[in-house]
């Protein structure tokens, strides 16, 4: 069962209480971990509480120091460490121990921190993740390509399974509202997100639900910024070719191009030659194409939002607002390379995920600090000595 949740604001009396102590004898660790203490200051961890009760029973002895056991986890994250050589840091340490909220003489061991991975994960994982060897180096893209395609039908088998109603919440689902709860939720109260009631999101092949249909049409004022891919060295034109009213492909001989069906796969539309059962009879055939059965032109229909833009594709307004997808590239390089996310070799799928949303709740913390600026040092008299 969940033993005594400290609340936010009696960890802060007893932090400053803890760094008052400490000052005479460890100066020079309060200086030093001057920038977490700022952090696990604006840290509430009052908002985790919901979310750790349905993951603890009713019954038997209570788990102590679960919030301090979190937020130990996300000054781990900071300091880009495993668990087996933080929890010597703590130890080592003693104004560490008390960031965390832990007294010197009471850290807890390894064991408690693996333990509660394992509580907030609704996934069970094999014993042992087999792991096919590398063939070879990988290749790596120039600046400003994006990477070639591996799988061409990936994108039609999730869709697939989204309208066959298959739900991709997984075992990282808990670990996701607590990102959502200790992180992002007071980042949008500070007003660092932009306006919730008008959000502005970056994604980079990101599936997200903003109220259109699977069958193109628009079901609220969400305007798409779609790169278009040109890996697949097709023309997004119809060159010399022209559309009438109709929205029928008009041919080079002036003739109206005849409807031949639909890719049900790529969503085209597919029109054929006119004469296409006597192309010898066109004039313009050599020009057009040389094919026996004559030229064939693909389209797709007006409310494709990746093509047929409400802002004019390549128009200033369409470049500036298209820019903000290197939000999605900053985020990434914070927590792969910053956090030191992408030199990790674990094995299991939960530690991925565990260290990745540590990485998160840090970068959400580095923005909120330099906004509020708790005026921790100063009032405790540490402003000179902290600087």
Known sequence: MLGYWRPHEQFLRWLEQKLLSFLHQHEKQIRFYAHILEKVYVLNLDRLLPLALGRYSFTGRPAQNQPETFRALV???????????????????????????????????????????????????????????????????????????????RVTGLVRRVLDGYSFEGPETLLQGILTECAVKPSLDLGLCGDSRKPVLAGDGTPLETGASHLGKNANSTEPFIDLNNRRGQKRTLSAFEVNNLGRPICLEGLEMVYNGVDEKRQHIKWCCPLHQEPNR?????????????RVVYTKPDDDFRLFTKTPRGSKAWKKAYARRTTVERTIKRILVDYDIESLRFRAEKRWFWFASLAAINQHLDVQVGVLKQPLFTKLGLIQKAA
């Not at 066109?282 to 004559?294: A, D, F, H, I, T």
Request: aromatic share 10%; glycine share 12%; with cysteine.
């Open 75 to 153: 000054v781990m994250g900071h300091y880009k460490e495993g668990i087996t050589s933080f929890v010597g840091r703590l130890r080592a340490h003693p104004v560490l121990a008390a960031v965390c909220g832990f007294e010197p003489d009471s850290v807890p061991g390894m064991g408690t921190f693996y333990e509660f991975l394992d509580r907030f994960w609704l996934g069970e994982e094999p014993p042992k993740v087999s792991r096919e060897p590398r063939r070879g180096k990988s290749k790596r893209s120039k600046g400003g390509e994006k990477l070639p395609e591996d799988d061409m039908n």
């Open 282 to 294: 066109c004039p313009k055939k050599q020009e057009c194409s040389p094919s026996s059965y004559g």
